[in-house]
T-cell receptor, first 111, second 116 residues
Framework: GENVGLHLPTLSVQEGDNSIINCAYS??????FIWYKQESGKGPQFIID?????DKRQGQRVTVLLNKTVKHLSLQIAATQPGDSAVYFC??????????FGPGTSLSVIP | GAVVSQHPSRVICKSGTSVKIECRSL??????MFWYRQFPKQSLMLMAT?????????EQGVEKDKFLINHASLTLSTLTVTSAHPEDSSFYIC????????????FGSGTQLSVL
């Protein structure tokens, strides 16, 4: 497959603080990007998406930033809560119409 | 959002047996579904694209004779792991696209396969 298995980086934040999760994507032709949240033993849950003709999009407590120049994506979570603890994946839709996942970041919220 | 149902959620089988996993789109028709595999503490790896009424498209390195995919209807795709071995133990996840959005993928709850 296109992904290489990597061990998950981790991010620990204090409850109430803002979290920033970063992701570098690989394909400059990708035109659509998605952030997913995955809790243990469950499938990924859609959080927010952004098209390549945008550089910022906001949702409820979440903001996605896209920098196409350096192929970088970030997810900002405001006022992080214990329920936000999970693994977060960025994903890109390639020119072949496939959705490929990044390596993921494990977010741990400290009460 | 759209609902994708996956069954079973967990299966334990003996080495050499075959296991079938079902993926259903409950409230929409999906001409395309995707199958992913995930090992512990790793990312999701795309295995294959399942196309209704035609052959699945497999990613490089995925054995088509090992992982049989059937997408016989617009709401059901199945993945059969044939002659399973312990190295096939993994978390298998299916997904489907909302037809009205055409890009947003929704995922099933996954199937944890353990081969003894």
């Amino acid at each position: 497959g296109e992904n290489v298995g990597l061990h998950l980086p981790t991010l620990s934040v204090q409850e109430g603080d803002n979290s920033i999760i970063n992701c570098a994507y690989s394909n400059s032709a990708s035109d659509y990007f998605i952030w997913y949240k995955q809790e243990s033993g469950k499938g990924p849950q859609f959080i927010i998406d952004i098209r390549s003709n945008m550089d910022k999009r906001q949702g409820q407590r979440v903001t996605v930033l896209l920098n196409k120049t350096v192929k970088h994506l970030s997810l900002q979570i405001a006022a992080t809560q214990p329920g936000d603890s999970a693994v977060y994946f960025c994903a890109e839709k390639t020119s072949y119409d496939k959705v490929i996942f990044g390596p993921g970041t494990s977010l741990s919220v400290i009460p | 959002g759209a609902v994708v149902s996956q069954h079973p959620s967990r299966v334990i089988c003996k080495s050499g047996t075959s296991v079938k996993i079902e993926c259903r789109s409950l409230d929409f028709q999906a001409t395309t579904m995707f199958w992913y595999r995930q090992f512990p503490k790793q990312s999701l790896m795309l295995m294959a694209t399942s196309n209704e009424g035609s052959k699945a498209t497999y990613e490089q390195g995925v054995e088509k004779d090992k992982f049989l995919i059937n997408h016989a209807s617009l709401t059901l795709s199945t993945l059969t792991v044939t002659s399973a071995h312990p190295e096939d133990s993994s978390f298998y996840i299916c997904s489907a696209r909302e037809p009205w959005a055409n890009e947003k993928l929704f995922f099933g709850s996954g199937t944890q396969l353990s081969v003894l």
